[in-house]
């Protein structure tokens, strides 16, 4: 466990810490899941009744289910819950030293000019420190208008009955393994309430929520976006995030109520050896947007789908997402669009890349209800292999039962060709250079979407990614 | 040593790198500062082989003879690097790099021109961009577009000329710049050419054709016949303008001017 020299040494001590005071965990639940661990946890918290019963139920819940057969390979995965802690305080979880924290992580961060603050921060060796000013300015106006943004127990805790009357709405327990593994053991994840035509011009970053519990491994994040609302919420980076845990598995539940507007950006970056298994889901309701911005680097195994669920007429849903996939990665990503009301509208666009022995798969579902009249849908997605041993694959699982639905799927494959790399090479540009122009060209039309900074850093990232990708 | 030549290609043989099809068969040519050539010949002569060679283009294979540029052999340089040494291809199929715009694809390959360490400045960069571009008549919202993608054929061999502008090379291949233009935008091209030539003693150019047009509006020094891997005839302009009324028939049965068994590609 960190000691207080560890910090010391790290030269860290200038920031505040409101946890390394203790140098001994004060509570840690066995290894393994159980019903025991569940009732841990919840206690831990100070949970109300219905929320312990809620888990136990999810617990049985997940032991019911089977490990699903398709998507990625989840034949270890058995054996690496049975060793995983399924609830660790996040100070605790500050159990690695910098000096623990592998070269080429470093070297990452090096290079993409990441301050040496976050960088501790960003490999799970510091707290997130806060960025007092900004914070504290967009707190107050955010406060003025109504609005919530806590971490997900103090929604519990502070807002009873707003949070009661979404939590599980929209990602029942039902549905799926891993959702209910989520529900029956979450802990961290952000919540977010947006009231009634109040439209924020800046972004809600979870980056600026201090709290430390921001990115569990169980995280579960609850979204209310109230009628005529319009914001915009941020999670992740796009520096790698180092952890010596080797499992996530989040849910996102957003609700976008009448005529509101809300996006989504997720950018995230996992260590090698990660599964990560995200449920995330938005229910659009009538003359709402919902738009998801995903982007998927790194992990051993992603599987993520982001989902709208267009149940009010003239809803519209929008799914972009990236994924990178690198070596020995297998990012299976897509996305998922339900039409259920009348005049609804979607688009997924999809873009993936693969490198060495990396494989993406896109795996998108588009389903038209009966009684979606005039649903009008676009699906587009792109994969590009960097070498000849990268892998893509495309799933795109397409059920209409409306007869006027209007529905185009276009899917593409391409490698980086020799006469593109001649091109640029020609004017002088050195091949990983131009191998990272053609991969960020290719990605162009989602990263063009994303915030400046991260755009940017994703670019940097690319560029990294693409040296020693030639040959 | 000032008259020595820029390029120097001596007895050049080369092949498609993945076949073992010899298109090249012993090449020698000079060019000299300032100097403008012309090679014609009829489609497969191995023109734009020959270009695509000096260039460095990975799936050509030199298997003989010599290539120095400015005194320094290139043939073993990767294409950028013979870039960053002053070599520049217009091509005649420019390629399609979707999702990045000509003003970063430029900026990057001006910035890959530069001495280690030495960083571009963007507003120097700017001002170049705009008036290489006001000089081949291009509108500055171009320079947003992506490289080469839905641009029409003549766009398309433009921008090969506002590269070469912006990066100024001292030898300038330009493979078949001509097809695909129209005779205003062919008058734009060329004049952007000469102003460069004006702009630079040194620099020299390598026009590939099959038309004595393009030779109307950029005057050559010297224009060479290449049949079947070979260069055939050397002369002055006249050459192009006996080939024009000509055509390329009468060396088609030269004899041993290519070995007959040897397929030959453009």
Redesign the interface.
């Known amino acids: 466990m960190p000691q207080n020299e560890t910090i010391h040494d790290l030269g860290l001590d200038e920031y505040k810490f409101n946890f390394v005071t203790e140098g001994k965990p004060v509570f840690e639940a066995s290894k393994g899941l159980s019903e025991e661990v569940v009732r841990q946890i919840s206690a831990h918290k100070g949970e109300p009744e219905w929320m312990l019963d809620f888990r136990l139920k999810a617990l049985k819940v997940y032991e019911s289910k089977p490990m699903p057969t398709w998507g990625g390979d989840l034949s270890d995965l058995e054996a690496v819950l049975d060793e995983i802690h399924f609830y660790v305080r996040p100070q605790d979880r500050m159990g690695h030293t910098w000096d623990e924290v592998p070269q080429e992580i470093k070297d990452t961060f090096e290079k993409l000019g990441i301050p040496e603050a976050e960088r501790k921060i960003l490999a799970g060796v510091g707290a997130q420190y806060e960025s007092e000013m900004v914070y504290h300015s967009l707190k107050k106006e955010w406060e003025e208008k109504g609005v919530i943004f806590d971490s997900i127990e103090d929604g519990l805790r502070k807002h009873p009955d707003l949070f009661r009357e979404h939590f599980s709405t929209i990602i029942p327990i039902h549905d799926n393994k891993f959702a209910a593994m989520n529900s029956a053991v979450w802990s961290g994840g952000s919540f977010v309430y947006i009231p009634k035509n109040v439209k924020l011009d800046t972004p809600l970053q979870a980056y600026f929520r201090v709290n430390q519990e921001r990115m569990g491994q169980f995280e579960r994040t609850l979204i209310i976006v109230d009628e005529g609302a319009n914001a915009h919420y941020i999670e992740g980076c796009t520096a790698p995030v180092y952890s010596t845990e080797s499992f996530h598995s989040g849910v996102i539940e957003i609700v976008v109520k009448k005529n509101a507007r809300f996006r989504y950006t997720t950018i995230q970056n996992w260590s090698n050896n990660m599964y990560n298994l995200v449920t995330q889901r938005a229910m659009v309701h009538e003359g709402a947007t919902m738009e998801w911005i995903d982007g998927n680097l790194g992990s051993k195994l992603t599987m993520k789908y982001p989902s709208c669920y267009l149940v009010g007429e003239g809803a519209h849903g929008e799914i972009l997402s990236i994924a990178y996939a690198g070596d020995g990665q297998h990012q299976d990503t897509g996305g998922k669009v339900v039409h259920v009301a009348p005049r609804t509208t979607s688009s997924i666009v999809s873009k993936s890349i693969s490198r060495g022995h990396g494989r993406a798969s896109y795996r998108g579902l588009l389903k038209v209800h009966e009684g979606a009249s005039q649903a009008r849908s676009n699906v587009e997605c792109d994969a590009l292999l960097i070498n000849d041993t990268s892998r893509t694959d495309t799933y795109p699982y397409i059920e209409i039962e409306e007869n006027d639905a209007n529905v185009g799927h276009e899917a593409s494959v391409s490698k980086i060709g020799e006469e593109q790399l001649f091109y640029l090479t020609s004017r002088g540009i050195p091949e990983d250079e131009a191998m990272a122009m053609i991969v960020r060209g290719f990605i162009e039309p989602i990263a063009k979407e994303l915030p400046l900074e991260y755009a940017v850093e994703l670019n940097r990232l690319i560029e990294l990614e693409m040296e020693g990708s030639v040959g | 040593m000032s008259d020595a030549p820029i390029l120097k290609i001596s007895g050049l043989h080369a092949k498609v790198a993945e076949e073992d099809i010899e298109i090249l068969h012993g090449v020698d040519l000079e060019l000299r500062k300032g100097e403008i050539h012309a090679i014609m010949g009829p489609n497969g002569s191995g023109k734009s082989t020959l270009a695509k060679a000096l ?5 050509y294979k030199v298997t003989g003879g010599s290539v120095t540029f400015r005194g320094q052999d290139i043939l073993g340089m ?3 690097e ?3 040494a002053g070599v ?2 217009a ?1 005649q199929y ?7 715009s000509i003003a ?3 900026r ?2 001006v910035q ?2 530069l001495p280690e360490g030495e960083e571009l400045d963007l507003f120097d960069f700017q001002d170049l961009l705009l008036e290489k571009m006001e000089l081949l008549e291009m509108d500055p919202s171009f320079a947003e577009r ?1 490289v080469n993608e839905g641009f029409s054929g003549g766009e398309k061999k433009r921008n090969e000329i506002l ?1 070469m502008a912006v ?1 100024k090379p001292t030898l300038a291949l330009m493979d078949e710049t001509d097809s695909g233009l129209d005779i205003d935008a062919l008058k734009i091209v060329a004049n952007g050419v000469n102003k460069l030539l004006e702009a630079d003693p040194e620099m020299c150019v390598l026009l590939i054709t099959h038309y004595q047009r393009l030779l109307d509006y950029i005057k050559p020094h010297h224009v060479h016949v290449m049949v079947q891997g070979r260069i055939v005839q050397s002369g002055g302009p006249e050459i192009a303008l006996e080939l024009e009324a000509e055509g390329y028939k009468s060396w088609s049965d030269i004899e041993g001017a290519g070995t007959a068994t040897s397929p030959v590609k453009a």
Not at chain 2, 55 to 59: C, L, Q, R, T, V
Not at chain 2, 94 to 100: A, H, L, T, W
């Open positions: 260039a460095g283009h990975p799936a990767e294409a950028d013979r870039s960053r520049f291809l091509f420019p390629v399609e790099i979707p999702g990045v970063n694809f430029l990057t390959a890959a021109h992506h590269q990066l």
